[in-house]
T-cell receptor, first 116, second 111 residues
C-alpha cells in the first residue's frame, strides 16, 4: 500500500534555530500534501495545503514566513519552522494524496518538535 | 509495528439509517484508539478516543465506538445518520509514541 515517510520523528533544539521536516511519498506521486499541527489534547489543525510546483495555501492564522512549505517534487514536501520558539513545540504530521478529491490521504508518522 | 485498516473508502447511507464505519488495527502494545472527522477544506476534528477503561466510548455528534480487543477492532457507529454527518472519517492508533492513521472513509448521506 501507499507509504508516506516523515522525517525526523522527533527533534529537540534550542530556541532561535530553524527546523526542517520532510514528508515523502515512497511509492506514489503526491500532487497534494497537507501539513497538520496538533496541540496537546486537541484535534489536528490543518496548517496548509501544498501543491507540487506552486505556492502552498495557508489556513487563516498560520504565519507563512514562520512555517515555510516547499513542494518541489511529486514525492517530497518540506515544512521549515523558522526561528523556532517554545510555543512552536508541537506534533506536526503530513499527509499526501494523488490527484482528485476522491483519493485517500496517506499519513506520515508525525514529528514531535520540542523547542527548549 | 502498528497499522490501521479502514474497510471501505466510501460508505453511503440513507438519512436516518445506521452508520457503521469499520476500523481494524494492529499494535504490539496496548493501544490508544481515535476517530477523527474531516469536513471539506477543514482539519481533522477529534470525535472520540479510547485510552483505558470502558470499552464503549461515546463521542460528539451522537457517535460512539467500541474497543474489541479480541477482534482488534474499533468500529464507529451512529444510530441515525444526519445530512451533516457527510464527511471523511479517519481511524488512528497510537502505540508507543507514534500515531498511525487509516486512509479514511468518506461517508455520504442520501436524503
Amino acid at each position: 500500500g501507499a507509504v508516506v515517510s516523515q522525517h525526523p520523528s522527533r527533534v529537540i533544539c534550542k530556541s532561535g534555530t530553524s527546523v526542517k521536516i520532510e514528508c515523502r511519498s515512497l511509492d506514489f506521486q503526491a500532487t497534494t500534501m497537507f501539513w497538520y499541527r496538533q496541540f496537546p489534547k486537541q484535534s489536528l489543525m490543518l496548517m496548509a495545503t501544498s501543491n507540487e510546483g506552486s505556492k502552498a495555501t495557508y489556513e487563516q492564522g498560520v504565519e507563512k514566513d514562520k512555517f515555510l512549505i516547499n513542494h518541489a517534487s511529486l514525492t517530497l514536501s518540506t515544512l521549515t519552522v523558522t526561528s523556532a520558539h517554545p510555543e512552536d513545540s508541537s506534533f506536526y504530521i503530513c499527509s499526501a494524496r494523488l490527484t482528485g478529491d476522491n483519493q485517500p490521504q496517506h499519513f506520515g508518522d508525525g514529528t514531535r518538535l520540542s523547542i527548549l | 509495528a502498528q497499522s490501521v485498516t479502514q474497510l471501505g473508502s466510501h460508505v453511503s447511507v440513507s438519512e436516518g439509517a445506521l452508520v457503521l464505519l469499520r476500523c481494524n488495527y494492529s499494535s504490539s502494545v496496548p493501544p490508544y484508539l481515535f476517530w477523527y472527522v474531516q469536513y471539506p477544506n477543514q482539519g481533522l476534528q477529534l470525535l472520540l478516543k479510547y485510552t483505558t477503561g470502558a470499552t464503549l466510548v461515546k463521542g460528539i455528534n451522537g457517535f460512539e465506538a467500541e474497543f474489541k480487543k479480541s477482534e482488534t477492532s474499533f468500529h464507529l457507529t451512529k444510530p441515525s445518520a444526519h445530512m451533516s454527518d457527510a464527511a471523511e472519517y479517519f481511524c488512528a492508533v497510537r502505540g508507543d509514541q507514534k500515531v498511525t492513521f487509516g486512509t479514511g472513509t468518506k461517508l455520504q448521506v442520501i436524503p
